[in-house]
């Protein structure tokens, strides 16, 4: 496949002093073509087809492939004649000769095709303008330059990498300047070239809920592991623990921030701006705090979620099970709302979340496990000698529960099921080894009570690994272990694992016992089944049932040589779907994609691709509640009116589900609505909403036509209509009457896009703007139309202004306010802050 974004960007955006350059860029273009065989100049015409509104030179070269193309199906010789039909007449051969013949005669070499054209690349340097300029040669880190400036998926960059055919465009203009080509000094795969470090990718500051040992947060120290030579990374965590060493022997500083302290929002951004930070990445669902921060902040961020929380349950798993004070179904829902990118282990827990964000936010990357690390483990340990260090013998049966110990995880099931296999069927040699015991939160120490009691009732010993003295070692038939920090030791020692959760997304466990040749017996829930297909790699049984987990312990126990066909079933399916290089690659390509900001002495900058240019376009905007503070004004005046007291009717207005104010009152209540909003004055004094004056400012000088596009309200028409000219010449001058147009219908406008607060704006004709909503509390429910982008801001990048589709949100911010932050012009209150496309 011939693939030619970047380099034919490059060679676009490169400055050519007259005609006659591009002619020749043009000359060596055709050469590279004329030595493409049938497929390549086919898949060259498809990708010029594409880049064709880029430039003249793609439209010449579009219209050449296909020439060519159609030349070489009828082996026919390019000459000068069907040149100058390809052309049009512009072209550096001389007349009379067959183009092959003159390149023979060329100063570059015609040896030089398209399978070796991809060369040396270095010190390609950007010009103060942003685009390229070529020196002498190109290296792999301006590659990765062109790769991160463009947004470039990782397919594109492996089409550009190894079938390296686009290079001939790129080789033959080198040749011209006699640039030296080697190959070899590019890598082969995107997967390489992204683990180069390279100085415009931003600081990450990685967001972990704690740092204690557990199986999230070893998530956290895996994507450190991968990405800390590439990316800039810093840890952040509300609390100290174990794992705090952890990431300071990775060279990573690991930053204590208390979320509950009232200068914490404050403090944080300090601490953000001093490390430069321009890219967040918050871990599980328990941080939805950090991206309502990072929303507030203008902070892009990803959310990697690995909880499986059914909607309905959001606050019973908070505030029961993880005894979470300050997180609740509420804050969850604006973060889900709020996030930027959301990352999911599996495609089971991205649906169970459906509807709380926006779909193209939503990813899926597997969870990968170090195979290089455990390989090595493999490789370096005797399996005899870990289990004799862990009390066992060759004759022992060991069957492994490991994660943390509590109701979720279901260790009292399989507790309940080796105790039968030991005293009911006969399995006298069978050990369970139970890992991930800790003594903090009161329900887990009543849950490991329950684990001894359940032995107890079988008349099975039951002993804490911390009590045993060393003779003791191995003798107890379930011995339960603190929370441990290596863990491979145990895989190596196991002969069966269970996976016994009552509520579970895709953990890791699984794959690592699978990448350990050990069959695993898991609760068929959540996402389990797209990593264990029942009879190959293990076994699936219903959750909460103990019967089934023994019967397929009892089956395993008695049959070796399905233990080993299971075992190498589950090696084989980790390393095709969990490799540690894959999650990786992904997470590498994900964040190299995603915007960022970067932090100077004025403000933070955010950086991403344009969805809409503006400038020169026109921008309609609404005025009530969009432009001007209407609520705090209908607040002021029905609290006056009907005795009630001011924050009693703030509740009431500011948190309403419906647009039509009199709708969220009781009918009693209505007339006297009414009468507020037909009172004399209401819109002529109208406030604006701080920074609304100043943004549309802004806006009109960068050369964008707005225009106020505002509909009067039927109860007071016509005083409406009149007290809106007045408030605009007050709060914007007379120059700005021109720009106001009141309307019953805004379908019969004119405009590129309408920033509005109403939930559906319809009217007797086809809109022919987009609808940027801008939001508030009674739109929350609207879902965006196909095609369009859920949550939005207008900014300005290099004097052009355009609307993208980055997220700006808020936590709990009790004023609505824009603001500017290089030139960003919208935002809301309460974390719905920003504008959504429709």
């Avoid at 030349?71 to 007349?95: H, I, N, W, Y």
Wanted: hydrophobic letters at 40%.
């Amino acid at each position: 496949m011939f693939c030619s974004v970047p380099f034919a960007t490059a060679r676009a955006h490169a400055h050519r002093p007259d005609e006659d350059q591009d002619d020749l860029d043009f000359t060596s273009d055709l050469y590279a073509l004329t030595e493409s065989s049938t497929d390549e100049l086919l898949n060259s015409w498809k990708v010029f087809t594409v880049l064709k509104d880029d430039s003249d030179q793609h439209r010449r070269l579009e219209n050449a492939a296909w020439r060519l193309h159609a030349m070489q199906r009828l082996q026919k010789t390019p000459t000068f004649e069907a040149a100058s039909k390809v052309t049009g007449g512009k072209c550096a051969f001389k007349p009379g000769a067959p183009i092959a013949e003159q390149l023979d005669e060329a100063e570059f070499s015609p040896k030089r095709t398209l399978s070796g054209a991809l060369g040396k690349v270095n010190q390609m340097e950007r010009v103060h303008s942003g685009d390229l300029a070529f020196q002498d040669s190109w290296a792999a880190d301006q590659l990765l330059g062109v790769c991160l400036k463009n947004n470039l998926k990782n397919e594109t960059i492996d089409d550009i990498l190894q079938v390296r055919v686009l290079a001939a465009l790129l080789g033959a203009m080198l040749v011209l300047q006699h640039m030296n080509f080697q190959p070899e000094d590019v890598p082969n795969t995107s997967r390489e070239l992204r683990e180069l470090p390279h100085e415009t990718r931003p600081v990450c500051a990685i967001f972990t809920h704690s740092l204690e040992r557990n199986g999230a947060n070893n998530f956290c120290l895996y994507i450190a592991r991968l990405l800390k030579k590439s990316q800039p990374l810093t840890v952040f965590s509300p609390k100290a623990g174990p794992m705090k060493e952890d990431f300071e022997k990775l060279g990573l500083e690991v930053t204590i921030v208390d979320t509950t302290a009232p200068s914490f929002l404050k403090d944080l951004s300090g601490a953000l701006r001093e490390r430069k930070v321009g890219l967040v990445l918050a871990n599980t669902i328990m941080r939805c705090d950090i991206i309502l921060m990072a929303a507030e902040l203008q902070m892009p961020s990803v959310w990697v979620i690995h909880e499986s929380w059914p909607q309905d349950q959001l606050d019973h798993y908070a505030k029961e099970v993880f005894m979470c004070k300050d997180i609740d179904a509420a804050v969850i829902k604006r973060a889900f709302a709020a996030a930027g990118t959301i990352v999911f282990p599996s495609d089971m827990q991205r649906h169970l979340y459906d509807g709380m964000f926006r779909p193209e936010a939503g990813h899926t990357i597997y969870n990968g496990i170090p195979l290089q690390q455990l390989n090595q483990f493999k490789q370096k340990e005797d399996r005899r000698k870990v289990r004799a260090a862990l009390g066992y013998t060759d004759e022992d049966f060991v069957v492994l529960h490991l994660g943390t110990v509590c109701s979720r995880k279901g260790q009292v099931f399989s507790a309940t099921a080796c105790s039968k296999l030991i005293q009911e069927d006969g399995c006298k040699n069978l050990k369970q080894l139970i890992v991930g015991a800790r003594y903090i939160r009161d329900h887990e120490i009543k849950y490991i009570d329950e684990i001894f009691k359940v032995a107890a009732s079988h008349g099975v010993s039951c002993k804490r690994w911390e009590n045993l003295t060393e003779d003791e070692i191995g003798k107890p038939q379930i011995t339960i272990m603190d929370i441990q920090a290596a863990v491979l030791r145990f895989y190596m020692a196991a002969d069966v694992v269970l996976v016994a959760s009552l509520n579970e997304v895709l953990p890791l466990v699984i794959c690592e016992s699978m990448a350990f040749e050990r069959p695993v017996v898991c609760s068929d829930i959540d996402a389990i089944p797209e990593a264990l297909t029942d009879g190959v790699e293990g076994y699936l049984v219903p959750p909460a049932n103990a019967d089934a987990i023994r019967q397929k312990v009892l089956k395993l126990y008695r049959d070796p040589e399905l233990r080993r066909r299971m075992g190498q079933a589950g090696r084989a399916r980790v390393l095709r779907q969990f490799s540690y290089e894959h999650m990786g690659e992904r997470y590498r390509e994900l964040l190299d994609t995603v915007p960022f900001i970067v932090w100077t002495k004025l403000a933070c900058h955010v950086l991403m691709k344009p969805c809409y240019v503006l400038q020169g376009k026109t921008v309609l905007v609404d005025m009530d509640n969009t432009l001007v503070d209407w609520d705090g004004e209908f607040i002021r005046r029905f609290a006056k009116a009907s005795g009630r007291a001011i924050e009693e009717v703030e509740e009431i207005v500011r948190n309403r589900k419906k647009f039509e104010i009199e709708e969220n009152f009781p009918e009693a209540d209505r007339a006297l609505v009414l009468d507020v909003i037909a009172s004399p004055g209401f819109y002529e004094v109208l406030e604006p909403l701080p920074g609304a004056v100043e943004a549309l400012s802004t806006l009109v000088t960068s050369g964008v036509d707005v225009k106020l596009l505002s509909a009067p309200h039927p109860v007071c028409a016509a005083s409406c209509a009149r007290e809106k000219f007045l408030s605009v010449e007050r709060l914007l001058g007379e120059e700005f009457l021109e720009r106001l147009i009141i309307t019953r219908d805004k379908t019969h406008v004119q405009g590129e896009i309408l920033v509005d607060d109403k939930p559906q704006v319809t009217g007797r004709k086809a809109a022919v703007w987009k609808h940027v909503l801008f939001n508030q509390s009674y739109n929350q429910d609207v879902q965006a139309g196909t095609g369009g982008v859920w949550w939005s801001q207008i900014v300005m990048n290099n004097s052009t202004v355009h609307v993208t589709g980055f997220l700006l949100a808020g936590s709990g911010e009790k004023k609505r306010k824009y603001s500017i932050v290089h030139y960003n012009i919208y935002r809301g209150r309460h974390g719905r802050n920003g504008c959504r496309i429709l």
